[in-house]
């Protein structure tokens, strides 16, 4: 049977879909997180080097990995919206955008945090700091430009190209370890040689990524289905929706 890729690209089966996932997801999120949080802060052994102010870990890592794997998102929904022209594409954007910058400010402060013990302040023109700063810049960039046009189709193209542009920044931030001399320790996960941490931490910092991964998808299914009543409005399929009808009553 073929798969119908295409189908729930329409703003009405979606709105149906993301009903139905937003709270699995959100309880999802919550027992993951309260899992990672207990290995993490719990029963994960303090580190030899930074004692236990290396636990900040099991929040900074994780919400550094989200706020570049979202603005990714923004910039593959981008791109299909000004492919295809399809109307869900922008929404999806606008709906990622407000979680993304969230991601992008816990890095900066967690690590804020983290940097003050180590480094013995709070922030210095690292280049892995100052491209997440970059970030965290790109994402208000965003929604302020596509707050400010009236015309919806028009600021959703005009935040298709900040956000496929910007998605070069996202590499940077990965690789400014390897590619400048900079004070950032460099990555403790990699894909391409083995952990370099407990097995027990690993599993924490897993654990809370799996968690803002879960709590990012229900937000964004959650915010999604209220930027497509508001645009879908004037169809009937809307107007016949119980809370839409019974708002009117």
């Not at 295409?6 to 699995?24: D, E, K, N, S």
């Not at 190209?161 to 070069?168: P, Q």
């Not at 391409?192 to 809370?208: D, E, F, K, N, V």
Request: charge should be positive.
């Amino acid at each position: 049977m073929a798969i119908r890729w295409f189908y729930y690209a329409a703003p009405q089966t979606f709105y149906a879909l993301a009903a139905r996932l937003w709270p699995w997801l959100a309880a999802l999120a919550a027992a993951l997180g309260i899992a990672g949080l207990w290995i993490g802060f719990a029963l994960a052994p303090s580190d030899a080097q930074q004692g236990e102010g290396y636990r900040i870990i099991f929040v900074h890592v994780p919400v550094s990995w989200m706020s570049m794997v979202i603005y990714l998102a923004m910039a593959f929904w981008s791109v299909l919206g000004l492919t295809f022209n399809t109307r869900l594409s922008g929404m999806m954007t606008r709906a990622l955008a407000p979680t993304g910058a969230m991601f992008a400010f816990l890095s900066l402060w967690t690590g804020a945090l983290w940097g003050k013990p180590m480094w013995g302040t709070w922030w210095v023109w690292d280049a892995r700091l100052t491209s997440e700063l970059i970030l965290f810049f790109l994402y208000l960039g965003y929604m302020a430009l596509t707050s400010a046009i009236d015309d919806v189709r028009r600021a959703d193209r005009a935040g298709a190209l900040i956000a496929i542009v910007g998605a070069i920044n996202v590499p940077i931030i990965y690789f400014s370890v390897k590619w400048w001399n900079t004070l950032h320790q460099g990555a403790s996960v990699s894909l391409t040689r083995s952990p370099s941490m407990a097995q027990l931490m690993l599993w924490g910092m897993l654990l809370m990524a799996l968690s803002f991964w879960a709590y990012t998808l229900a937000i964004v299914c959650y915010r999604v289905r209220s930027l497509i009543v508001e645009r879908e409005r004037h169809t009937e399929w809307v107007q016949a929706l119980p809370e839409v009808s019974g708002a009117k009553a």
